[in-house]
């Protein structure tokens, strides 16, 4: 029977625990030590989960904000590597162009022993052809005096032996395939008709003679001669590209000999025949320009390719001189080489393969000659190209500045170096092409100079960050699972504690140890239910006690259990116990009753302590009025499962005040 009661008075100290937690949650302050409701356990437990949140967001801002001053710290390093070797690239073709047109650089080249290997290498191969073309002309300019000593004959009055074979070798040192050659003489007016009868003599042979060396198959000879015009003409371009004759008084210069031989594109005529300075402006110019300064002179132009292609070029007019003594300075021009060199050739097999990825911007202006000599330069005939060079290719973009401006800082610069002849000669209005190349670098390029390595370094940042992060959480899981260990046994301790106190006397013990003193465990709680016994046994000190001098105190007796119990199995008397004391304890919590113990079939409550109260004698008998009732229905439920009889039983109570 006692170990029952026991049972009985724990579950009746769990009433006092709920009232305790009421108590306790209507805002009265809580020391330290003292009971702490779930609600607050759950408030801690959602601040930790913020915490971790927080802790989690900044490891994350951390991944991300190293990581990214990694990436950046490494392209950073890319780019100044690529700055520092794309100079190098860049100046390649800047340097051949500087070897070719005569210009100078301005731009502080670093890489001074690159360059200068390259500088030599192209040099040598430009001078070679410049070298081959002055010899070229002077070879001719000997064989024809050679040749009018023997024939009696004079200047314009030549055709050139094996033409087309001379033409090949010279056409080899240019290093490109469409060069056009074309050998043109100055006929004066007064030999005009004389010229018309030696050219109709001439072309045939060497037409023939072409045909043979190129292996030309599209004509005849003698369907070229019937496709030629047979005087000095020009095209009549408003009127449909008739041939016309030259009429202006003055000299002429025809084209004579050409390479490669072939119709003029777009027409069905031969361009033999047809006036070469009356052929474009640019020719004209750069042909005055050469007969005043008397040597070779570059311009620009526009080479036909189809009846709807055009590439830009250079125009280079090459003087021939009469007789073998180049270096006589009255020596008659008596004839000129005109030499059309498409860019895009030009850049072709400059840099080496891999090396891609070269913007070249070509802008040509023209200077312009005024009456008194002085230069102007002039916008009116300005032109603009851009290349791109890959490696031994090129391919020409289009008639615009096309680079991507965010490699401004990196260009190429040259530009013509301007006139160094006296242009006192020169006809009023003559332009001379002043030529500037800008070269940049493309996106293409920088890529070849990129490596992986910002990423790779990036992913070890993160790897290491990750890695560390998941160190953090197997810690804080650790952590965690421990405080939840500790923290359900301390629950427990503290349902138990709760269970035997009033809340006054748990927390008043809770005070007491607040130096660390070891809390009960859970056998030393359930020894004794007295509170004295238990807060000296706990604190080791004097125990708690306190004087309630209006305090109600109630007995509540079965009447008939000794002899019903007698007739029962120990499990029903625990049943009949258990149900009835557990209605108590609702009521008692309902009413704000103090349960004291339980002693065998008696219940003792009090009313009054551990909290005063004025109308204890009241609660105590609505208190005992309602056991008495709740017994009368607990009873009568549970005579089916228990027997008969127990209905019988009935409730006998006292109240003392």
């Given amino acids: 029977m006692r170990s029952a009661t026991s049972k009985n008075g724990s579950t009746g100290g769990g009433s006092e625990?709920?009232?305790?937690?009421?108590?306790?949650?209507?805002?009265?302050?809580?020391?330290?030590?003292?009971?702490?409701?779930?609600?607050?356990?759950?408030?801690?437990?959602?601040?930790?989960?913020?915490?971790?949140?927080?802790?989690?967001?900044?490891?994350?801002?951390?991944?991300?904000?190293?990581?990214?001053?990694?990436?950046?710290?490494?392209?950073?390093?890319?780019?100044?590597?690529f700055e520092t070797k794309v100079s190098a690239a860049l100046g390649i073709a800047s340097v051949r162009c500087y070897h070719f047109f005569d210009w100078d650089?301005?731009?502080?080249?670093?890489?001074?022993?690159?360059?200068?290997?390259?500088?030599?290498?192209?040099?040598?191969?430009?001078?070679?052809?410049?070298?081959?073309?002055?010899?070229?002309?002077?070879?001719?300019?000997?064989?024809?005096?050679?040749?009018?000593?023997?024939r009696n004959t004079s200047w314009p009055f030549y055709s050139l032996p094996q033409w087309s074979v001379q033409v090949q070798k010279l056409a080899q040192l240019t290093g490109v395939d469409e060069t056009l050659i074309a050998f043109a003489p100055i006929v004066q007016e007064d030999k005009r008709d004389e010229w018309n009868r030696f050219a109709a003599e001439q072309n045939p042979l060497w037409y023939k003679e072409s045909i043979e060396n190129e292996g030309y198959t599209k004509f005849t000879a003698q369907e070229l001669v019937n496709l030629t015009v047979p005087f000095t003409f020009y095209y009549d371009r408003g009127d449909g590209h008739q041939p016309l004759p030259v009429t202006r008084p003055g000299e002429v210069v025809p084209y004579f000999q050409t390479y490669p031989i072939g119709l003029h594109l777009g027409l069905n005529t031969m361009i033999t025949n047809m006036e070469a300075i009356l052929s474009s402006k640019q020719t004209e110019d750069v042909y005055h320009i050469t007969k005043v300064t008397r040597r070779r002179s570059v311009g620009f132009t526009r080479i036909v390719v189809d009846s709807e292609t055009s590439l830009p070029g250079s125009l280079i007019v090459q003087p021939i001189f009469n007789g073998p003594d180049t270096k006589a300075e009255d020596r008659e021009m008596v004839a000129v080489l005109l030499i059309q060199l498409p860019w895009l050739d030009y850049f072709e097999n400059v840099l080496n393969e891999g090396?891609?990825?070269?913007?070249?911007?070509?802008?040509?202006?023209?200077?312009?000659?005024?009456?008194?000599?002085?230069?102007?330069?002039?916008?009116?005939?300005?032109?603009?190209?851009?290349?791109?060079?890959?490696?031994?290719?090129?391919?020409?973009?289009?008639?615009?500045?096309?680079?991507?401006?965010?490699?401004?800082?990196?260009?190429?610069?040259?530009?013509?170096?301007?006139?160094?002849?006296?242009?006192?000669?020169?006809?009023?209005?003559?332009?001379?092409?002043?030529?500037?190349?800008?070269?940049?670098?493309?996106?293409?390029?920088?890529?070849?100079?990129?490596?992986?390595?910002?990423?790779?370094?990036?992913?070890?940042?993160?790897?290491?960050?990750?890695?560390?992060?998941?160190?953090?959480?197997?810690?804080?899981?650790?952590?965690?699972?421990?405080?939840?260990?500790?923290?359900?046994?301390?629950?427990?301790?503290?349902?138990?504690?709760?269970?035997?106190?009033?809340?006054?006397?748990?927390?008043?013990?809770?005070?007491?140890?607040?130096?660390?003193?070891?809390?009960?465990?859970?056998?030393?709680?359930?020894?004794?239910?007295?509170?004295?016994?238990?807060?000296?046994?706990?604190?080791?000190?004097?125990?708690?006690?306190?004087?309630?001098?209006?305090?109600?105190?109630?007995?509540?007796?079965?009447?008939?259990?000794?002899?019903?119990?007698?007739?029962?199995?120990?499990?029903?008397?625990?049943?009949?116990?258990?149900?009835?004391?557990?209605?108590?304890?609702?009521?008692?919590?309902?009413?704000?009753?103090?349960?004291?113990?339980?002693?065998?079939?008696?219940?003792?409550?009090?009313?009054?302590?551990?909290?005063?109260?004025?109308?204890?004698?009241?609660?105590?008998?609505?208190?005992?009025?309602?056991?008495?009732k709740k017994m009368k229905d607990a009873t009568l439920k549970l005579e089916v499962s228990l027997g008969p009889q127990t209905s019988d039983l009935e409730l006998r109570t006292g109240i003392h005040r």
């Fill in 17 to 81: 625990s709920r009232s305790g937690s009421e108590v306790s949650g209507n805002g009265s302050a809580a020391p330290r030590h003292v009971y702490i409701p779930p609600s607050v356990a759950k408030r801690e437990e959602a601040n930790v989960l913020r915490a971790r949140g927080l802790v989690a967001l900044i490891l994350l801002l951390a991944v991300v904000g190293v990581a990214t001053t990694t990436n950046l710290i490494i392209r950073q390093q890319e780019r100044s590597e």
């Fill in 105 to 150: 650089l301005t731009h502080n080249l670093q890489f001074a022993a690159y360059a200068t290997e390259i500088l030599t290498t192209s040099g040598s191969n430009i001078g070679q052809f410049n070298e081959a073309l002055d010899s070229f002309a002077s070879s001719i300019g000997a064989q024809a005096a050679i040749e009018h000593g023997l």
């Fill in 355 to 628: 090396e891609d990825g070269i913007i070249v911007v070509i802008e040509i202006a023209c200077q312009s000659f005024l009456e008194d000599g002085t230069q102007n330069l002039t916008n009116s005939r300005r032109n603009i190209f851009t290349y791109q060079v890959n490696g031994p290719n090129a391919v020409l973009l289009g008639d615009a500045d096309l680079h991507d401006p965010a490699y401004d800082d990196l260009v190429v610069h040259t530009e013509s170096s301007g006139l160094r002849f006296d242009s006192s000669g020169i006809p009023e209005g003559t332009c001379f092409p002043m030529q500037t190349i800008n070269m940049y670098p493309s996106e293409e390029l920088e890529d070849s100079f990129r490596t992986n390595n910002d990423i790779i370094y990036t992913v070890v940042v993160i790897v290491i960050f990750v890695f560390t992060t998941l160190v953090f959480l197997l810690y804080d899981f650790s952590v965690g699972r421990r405080q939840r260990i500790v923290m359900e046994r301390i629950m427990k301790q503290d349902r138990i504690v709760a269970d035997v106190f009033p809340t006054s006397i748990r927390d008043r013990l809770y005070e007491n140890h607040a130096d660390g003193a070891a809390l009960p465990d859970d056998e030393a709680l359930v020894v004794d239910n007295s509170f004295v016994s238990m807060s000296s046994s706990i604190s080791g000190s004097a125990p708690l006690a306190e004087l309630f001098p209006s305090v109600t105190v109630v007995f509540a007796d079965l009447v008939g259990f000794t002899a019903w119990s007698s007739t029962r199995e120990p499990h029903h008397v625990f049943i009949l116990l258990e149900t009835i004391y557990g209605a108590f304890d609702k009521l008692a919590y309902r009413h704000g009753v103090f349960k004291v113990e339980t002693v065998g079939d008696c219940y003792v409550s009090a009313v009054g302590l551990p909290e005063p109260r004025e109308d204890h004698a009241v609660v105590a008998c609505r208190f005992a009025r309602d056991c008495i």
